[in-house]
């Protein structure tokens, strides 16, 4: 069983930089996939980012060069840090777990609540 809680989102102007976390719970969180997704008002859940156990890491065409996924795993902590903020960056922002890597959001078992992030222009 894993546990997710993020932080760090908040009201940005377009072009700052914003760092979520998500702290996870759980002794095996370091074996895990962790994948970050958001979703916009009237719009479908869609894949940001993920890193795997290793250190292998996914990323969407979307946010590709503008935001880093990392781990730490001796703090049980993956971040994602978002720089070049855009208008369009505007969603909840979730995190998930699971033990395989797929940009498919039904596919992830553990998620967290989510954190706002809105970028103004």
């Known amino acids: 069983q894993v546990q997710l809680v993020e932080s760090g989102g908040g009201l940005v102007q377009a072009g700052g930089s914003l760092r979520l976390s998500c702290a996870a719970s759980?002794?095996?969180?370091?074996?895990?996939?962790v994948g970050w997704f958001r979703q916009a008002p009237g719009k479908e859940r869609e894949f940001v980012a993920a890193?795997?156990?290793?250190?292998?890491?996914f990323q969407s065409n979307s946010v590709k060069g503008r935001f880093t996924i990392s781990r730490d795993n001796a703090k049980n902590t993956v971040y994602l840090q978002m720089n070049s903020l855009k208008p369009e960056d505007t969603a909840v922002y979730y995190c998930?777990?699971?033990?395989?890597?797929?940009?498919?959001?039904?596919?992830?078992?553990?998620w967290g609540q989510g954190t706002q992030v809105t970028v103004s222009s």
């Open positions: 759980g002794r095996t969180f370091s074996s895990y996939v």
């Open positions: 890193i795997r156990s290793g250190g292998n890491t």
């Open positions: 998930a777990a699971d033990t395989v890597f797929t940009p498919t959001d039904t596919r992830w078992t553990y």
